[in-house]
T-cell receptor
């Protein structure tokens, strides 16, 4: 298994540009999520999905869109990038969001994004 | 709303010193608790987790944590730190109802040789 993969590893954007950060997992995990990591603020949840076709907002959803058309993929879209979105983005997945399942989240290697 | 607070933002210790990093959470329902570590230039790795049972959990590399439900706390401990423990440590809480995993702001640990 490749685990959780993210592309690209690095990206530089100009203000106003759009882009999609890709996330894929091959573990048949139901639950996937996106975080951004900023110094002194830890990891903040952007959006998450409990299964194909279902998404919901996290702590900091503004400026980001997601979709979950398949179990494997959970892309994160920036429609109009802003300097405040300069960050490191992590995708994560786990088997279940439900009660009683003792599942750990697996994290991807991250995408480092710079918005000029 | 679910939230996590880590009290120490930056900790500096000498090798062989004991470590305790505080973590408190706010959530009324059933939770799962985690500590993750991020070594310089690397992504997150799971140190230990608590789901149920014995509130004292042991993780990798000699780390342990104790869940005290009455205090909404899940503090991380290690009796004797090593230089290689220099890293950023994150406490995280997941609601067992929604599955949302929320992180604290992190604690940077610097161990001096």
């Amino acid at each position: 298994n490749a685990g959780v993969t993210q592309t690209p590893k690095f990206q530089v954007l100009k203000t106003g540009q759009s882009m999609t950060l890709q996330c894929a997992q091959d573990m048949n995990h139901e639950y996937m999520s996106w975080y951004r990591q900023d110094p002194g603020m830890g990891l903040r949840l952007i959006h998450y999905s409990v299964g194909a076709g279902i998404t919901d907002q996290g702590e900091v959803p503004n400026g980001y869109n997601v979709s979950r058309s398949t179990t494997e993929d959970f892309p994160l879209r920036l429609l109009s990038a802003a300097p405040s979105q300069t960050s490191v983005y992590f995708c994560a997945s786990s088997y279940s969001s439900g009660t009683g399942r003792q599942e750990t989240q697996y994290f991807g290697p991250g995408t480092r994004l710079l918005v000029l | 709303a679910q939230s996590v607070s880590q009290h120490n933002h930056h900790v500096i210790l000498s090798e062989a010193a004991s470590l305790e990093l505080g973590c408190n959470y706010s959530y009324g329902g059933t939770v799962n608790l985690f500590w993750y570590v991020q070594y310089p230039g690397q992504h997150l790795q799971l140190l230990l987790k608590y789901f149920s049972g014995d509130p004292l959990v042991k993780g990798i590399k000699g780390f342990e944590a104790e869940f005290i439900k009455s205090k909404f706390s899940f503090n991380l401990r290690k009796p004797s730190v090593q230089w290689s423990d220099t890293a950023e440590y994150f406490c995280a809480v997941r609601s067992s109802n929604t599955g949302k995993l929320i992180f604290g702001q992190g604690t940077t640990l610097q161990v001096k040789p």
